[in-house]
Structure formats: structure tokens, C-alpha cells
T-cell receptor, first 113, second 115 residues
């Protein structure tokens, strides 16, 4: 049982380059989330999805786009990377019931130089 | 807006000592509260959660937390800390965003365990 899988685990980008982070979950969860983790800032919500074909902005959405074409996948895109996007990115998923917890991937460490 | 505050950035304890990590929340109704742990280089793992019923909840790895509505707190405790408990701990609340309950995290508390 893989749970939540993020690809890639590490990446170095040059300023202005683009990339896509892939998140896949095999638990049939309705909700999926992308967070970024920065020292002293905790986890901040970038975008989230409450179902296939739907996405919404979180706390820090600027510079990112997302898509959820399939229920099990949630993609995070950076169209033109900036050094401020250097961070560790976590994907998570959960059932839609109010009291259920989120399950997290292992994270993607992205460095933009 | 719903929010979570973890007032301690770092906590240092000796192995075998007791531990309490603080969490305060801001929420109008009964909150859905969680504690997660993050070991170095890993994702987050759920320790315990509260959504109703008994205000003292038990979790994995010997952790417990007490929900106190009057103090808007959900502090995490462990009676005897092990060196393997050194990690980052996050408190979270299920915040109502756009009609859905989305996990909203505090800034985390880093636990350092001395031998």
C-alpha cells in the first residue's frame, strides 16, 4: 500500500525554468492538498482540491498552478521558478469527512538558483 | 479566521523527562484538532486527533493530548520522552475554507532530546 507518493524527491531549477510536481494517492481520497514548508513558517497551503476536476487557492497560491484531471493525481506546476519558491513541498490527501486526518507524502525538496 | 498558534519554537528535554507541547487555536465552533509528528527528512504522521467526546485523547507512541475549550488549547503530553521522539511537532485545526474543512497548521515546535 503506497499511500501518497510524490515525484520527484529532489530537484534543482534555474530561475525562470518550469516544472511539474506529481502527487499520486491510492486511498480513493476525495481531498488533496499541496503545502510548502519553510523554516519557522510551518506548512502553508498552496492549493487544494475537493474532487476530480476541481481546484481552489490556498494561503500562498501565487506563482503556482494545479490540476486534478484524475481523482488519484494532483499536479503542482511552477511556470517560471523564482528563488523564493525554494522550499520543501508536501502533498497530502484525505477523505471528505470532517474528522478524518490527512495523509502525507515524503516531500519534494526544490531549490531554485 | 481559524488559526493555530504554537508558542514554542524549540523545546529541549532530557531523556526520561516529561513533555508538554503547547497549542492554542482560534475557532468559533467545536474544532477538529490534530497533532502530527515529522521526523527529519520525512512527511508528517498523525499522532492523535480530537473531534468530540472525551477531552483527553490517546495517540500513538505514548502521546496524549487534552482539549480545553475554556483555554482554547490542545496541548500534547508524554510522561517519559525517548531519544527517538526528537522531531518536529505540528498542531493543526480543520479550518473551514470555501465550504470545506482544510487542515491548517501551526508553525511547529522542534523537540530536542538530551541523553
Amino acid at each position: 500500500n503506497a499511500g501518497v507518493t510524490q515525484t520527484p524527491k529532489f530537484r534543482v531549477l534555474k530561475t525562470g525554468q518550469s516544472m511539474t510536481l506529481l502527487c499520486a494517492q491510492d486511498m480513493n481520497h476525495e481531498y488533496m492538498y499541496w503545502y510548502r514548508q519553510d523554516p519557522g513558517m510551518g506548512l502553508r497551503l498552496i492549493h487544494y482540491s475537493v474532487g476530480e476536476g476541481t481546484t481552489a487557492k490556498g494561503e500562498v497560491p501565487d506563482g503556482y498552478n494545479v490540476s486534478r484531471l484524475k481523482k488519484q493525481n494532483f499536479l503542482l506546476g511552477l511556470e517560471s521558478a523564482a528563488p523564493s519558491q525554494t522550499s520543501v513541498y508536501f502533498c497530502a490527501s484525505s477523505y471528505r469527512q470532517l474528522h478524518t486526518e490527512a495523509f502525507f507524502g515524503q516531500g519534494t525538496r526544490l531549490t531554485v538558483v | 479566521a481559524q488559526s493555530v498558534t504554537q508558542p514554542d519554537i524549540h523545546i529541549t528535554v532530557s531523556e526520561g523527562a516529561s513533555l508538554e507541547l503547547r497549542c492554542n487555536y482560534s475557532y468559533g465552533a467545536t474544532p477538529y484538532l490534530f497533532w502530527y509528528v515529522q521526523s527529519p527528512g520525512q512527511g508528517l504522521q498523525l499522532l492523535l486527533k480530537y473531534f468530540s467526546g472525551d477531552t483527553l485523547v490517546q495517540g500513538i507512541k505514548g502521546f496524549e493530548a487534552e482539549f480545553k475549550r475554556s483555554q482554547s488549547s490542545f496541548n500534547l503530553r508524554k510522561p517519559s520522552v525517548h531519544w527517538s521522539d526528537a522531531a518536529e511537532y505540528f498542531c493543526a485545526v480543520g479550518a473551514l475554507i470555501g465550504g470545506s474543512y482544510i487542515p491548517t497548521f501551526g508553525r511547529g515546535t522542534s523537540l530536542i532530546v538530551h541523553p
